[in-house]
Each structure stands twice: as structure tokens, then as C-alpha cells.
T-cell receptor, first 114, second 111 residues
Framework: GAVVSQHPSRVICKSGTSVKIECRSLDFQATTMFWYRQFPKQSLMLMAT?????????EQGVEKDKFLINHASLTLSTLTVTSAHPEDSSFYIC??????????FGPGTRLTVT | GENVEQHPSTLSVQEGDSAVIKCTYS??????FPWYKQELGKRPQLIIDIRSNVGEKKDQRIAVTLNKTAKHFSLHITETQPEDSAVYFCAASQYPSTLTFGKGTMLLVSP
């Protein structure tokens, strides 16, 4: 149990375009979902926390208008990187929590902006 | 906010040896301490966790110890195998607050 999926696994886009990443909890209802960014050989950096039906809470330094997060249902959250630039290239990972303390991660999305 | 320090950053051991990774945290209110294993390009996987009302927890070759007074917790892996090679992250939180992660330890187990 506690499976989180993420789509796409890899995406390449051109500078200036937008990219949407989906995060789904497959076998449980996720009351809270988290979005992280991870650079090579570094730890996970929390970008935002989202609760179903509420606006996301962004960490300091994360641009709300650039990283749009929507938690439309108890099984789906999306992250849209708007007007992507090469510096946005990274590994984006979501995680989900079902109202208990355990947090389960998706497989990640490798974003490359050319 | 919470701050988690993790040591060492890299750890090399021979197959069959034990490996110990240590973390310290700053917020005495933190009550949940998970450990994640992340292989290259893969998702972090929860391997063991401990809550503040417990001092030690074991799961086969993996154990975690917690010292609340000193605000540190450790991951112990016995009889290491090459497939244990990965990056290990510790984390701390006071539920329902978000997890604060350490910077990770790259464990390399040589055959």
C-alpha cells in the first residue's frame, strides 16, 4: 500500500514554455501533498505544502506565480512550472500523507529546460 | 524552525561491516524521526522511523536509536550488503508540521 505515482517521469521543454507535473496517490486519500526540488547530490528542498481544496503554502523564496500548485482532489496534486528557464531544470518529487505521520514519495520528474 | 544536521556525508564500508549514520536536531518539540533510502534517480523510500516515545526500533538488519535529551538519533545497518549502497536521509518533524531533512549520507558498500 501507500503508492504515489508521478507523471511524467522525464520532460524536456523549451525555455519560456510551461510544464505540468501530476502527482497521484493510488491507494489512499492524501489529505496533504508536498512538492520538493532536488539538485544533484543534494537534499530535498521543500517547495510547498498543499491540502486538498486549499491554497498551497509556499516556502520562503519559492515564487508562487512561477510554481503553481493545485490540489484538486484527495488523490491528485499538480505542479505547473510556468515560463520555464534553464535554471528550473531539476528533479521534482512529490510526496503524500494520509492524515498520519508517514510520508510517501513519488518517483520524481526529471525536468530539463533547453 | 527545525534544523537537522547529518554526519558523515560519505561512508565507505566493506561488505559485512556495520554502518552508523548520525543526526542531530534542534527543535525539542520534534516527535517523529524517519529515515529514507534513495538510490540514484529514484524516489526516497522510508526504511524505518521512530517516534519520540520510543528509544530504539529494529527491523531485521536496520535499527534506529533516539536520544531525546541530547536531541540526536542514529541509523544502524548491520551486515551491510552492496545493495545497501545509496544515499540515506534522516528527517525530523513535529506532526503535522513538514519534515526537515538532513543533507544526506552517501553509503558505499564494497564487496
Amino acid at each position: 500500500g501507500a503508492v504515489v505515482s508521478q507523471h511524467p517521469s522525464r520532460v524536456i521543454c523549451k525555455s519560456g514554455t510551461s510544464v505540468k507535473i501530476e502527482c497521484r496517490s493510488l491507494d489512499f486519500q492524501a489529505t496533504t501533498m508536498f512538492w520538493y526540488r532536488q539538485f544533484p547530490k543534494q537534499s530535498l528542498m521543500l517547495m510547498a505544502t498543499s491540502n486538498e481544496g486549499s491554497k498551497a503554502t509556499y516556502e520562503q523564496g519559492v515564487e508562487k506565480d512561477k510554481f503553481l500548485i493545485n490540489h484538486a482532489s484527495l488523490t491528485l496534486s499538480t505542479l505547473t512550472v510556468t515560463s520555464a528557464h534553464p535554471e528550473d531544470s531539476s528533479f521534482y518529487i512529490c510526496s503524500a500523507r494520509a492524515g498520519t505521520v508517514e510520508q510517501y514519495f513519488g518517483p520524481g520528474t526529471r525536468l530539463t529546460v533547453t | 524552525g527545525e534544523n537537522v544536521e547529518q554526519h558523515p556525508s560519505t561512508l565507505s564500508v566493506q561488505e559485512g561491516d556495520s554502518a552508523v549514520i548520525k543526526c542531530t536536531y534542534s527543535d525539542s518539540a520534534s516527535n517523529y524521526f524517519p529515515w529514507y533510502k534513495q538510490e540514484l534517480g529514484k524516489r526516497p523510500q522510508l526504511i524505518i522511523d521512530i517516534r519520540s516515545n520510543v528509544g530504539e526500533k529494529k527491523d531485521q538488519r536496520i535499527a534506529v536509536t533516539l536520544n531525546k535529551t541530547a536531541k540526536h538519533f542514529s541509523l544502524h545497518i548491520t551486515e551491510t550488503q552492496p545493495e545497501d549502497s545509496a544515499v540515506y536521509f534522516c528527517a525530523a518533524s513535529q506532526y503535522p508540521s513538514t519534515l526537515t531533512f538532513g543533507k544526506g549520507t552517501m553509503l558505499l558498500v564494497s564487496p
